[in-house]
């Protein structure tokens, strides 16, 4: 009988959510490849960067097709911790740690509307980097390739209500996932003050059982490419500018074997920033993100705009006191 109501609960549960309009967001709302823009670290040096990102979702899109609907709105508050330590002088260690929340509000005329509300520890990353072109007073080329894992630290199991939550509202994916990510850099000093670079990061996702029965093969979130593709401008002053378009491919998500309806697409992002140098070893960068174009499978809400601070920190490897 427990298991004829298991089965039943799970077939309702699957039918509400394939009516439901997915937010298309990475790793539950954590823009976690994005994030993994940083060349290697030099040999004993440290790396830190802590970012906060705010996400403003407010685009109902069908397709390639904006709808004139505004009844639905998220926002996600994003903020990320990103060490990294230099290990040789080919290979460094990156982590990246995250705490989220996000909000969802729904209006329907007549009545007063529903919001959510979710917060807490969101996955982290464990990258391994190897830098097989590195820089040098002869050349300005680098190239790096690294592979990792996302750890499920994140709770998946959070309930408004007694009723759990959607998956795409959980701090964490409850799912362990490969990452595989390359880095390749050029610069053109002294002839001209700039650079250009690209990123480029592949996540292969895992499963998370979310209603706990065994026979089933669990919620997966969509396969995920991040590349984009941008020149930083040096100036005689603090500031220096960047400006990069970011491509973003994510396959459906998957339940139980199926694919989940209103998951899944294609998006071009512009992202400009500017940098202002305190000091050799203190920065800090403010940036946006607005797309350009998207085409999605389905009906989805998705990202209107992005505005994010970070602060970069770097102790170099000759002020430690490490010996060779």
Not at 289 to 314: I, K
Request: charged residues 15%; glycine residues 8%; positive net charge.
């Amino acid at each position: 009988m427990a298991r004829v109501i298991s089965i039943t609960s799970l077939i309702l549960l699957t039918l509400v959510q394939q009516k439901m309009v997915a937010q298309a967001c990475c790793s539950a709302g954590t823009p976690l490849l994005s994030s993994l823009e940083l060349s290697t670290t030099p040999i004993r040096s440290w790396q830190f960067a802590l970012s906060y990102e705010y996400n403003a979702l407010r685009d109902l899109i069908s397709v390639t097709r904006q709808l004139d609907d505004d009844s639905r709105r998220r926002t996600v508050h994003s903020a990320l911790l990103e060490v990294s330590y230099g290990l040789t002088r080919s290979f460094s260690l990156t982590t990246l740690w995250t705490l989220i929340q996000q909000e969802r509000r729904i209006s329907t005329p007549g009545t007063r509307g529903e919001f959510v509300r979710s917060r807490g520890f969101g996955d982290a990353v464990l990258l391994l980097k190897y830098n097989i072109v590195p820089l040098n007073i002869v050349s300005q080329r680098e190239i790096s390739f690294g592979i990792g894992s996302k750890i499920p630290l994140g709770r998946s199991s959070l309930t408004s209500n007694g009723i759990l939550l959607a998956a795409d509202m959980q701090p964490g994916t409850g799912a362990w996932d490969g990452i595989l990510w390359a880095y390749a850099s050029e610069g053109f000093l002294p002839k001209l003050p700039l650079n250009l670079f690209l990123t480029a990061s592949y996540r292969f996702t895992g499963a998370n059982d979310r209603y706990e029965i065994t026979s089933q093969k669990g919620y997966r979130f969509g396969n995920e490419l991040v590349a984009s593709l941008g020149t930083g401008y040096r100036t005689d002053t603090p500031f220096d500018f960047s400006v990069l378009l970011r491509y973003r491919w994510v396959t459906a998500d998957r339940f139980s074997g199926s694919e989940v309806p209103n998951t899944g697409g294609e998006w071009i992002y512009l992202h400009p920033g500017v940098n202002f140098k305190l000091s050799n070893d203190f920065s800090f960068r403010l940036s946006g993100q607005v797309p350009l174009y998207r085409d999605l499978q389905g009906t989805q809400l998705t990202t209107s705009y992005t505005a994010s601070l970070t602060l970069f920190y770097t102790i170099a490897g000759s002020t430690l006191s490490i010996e060779e």
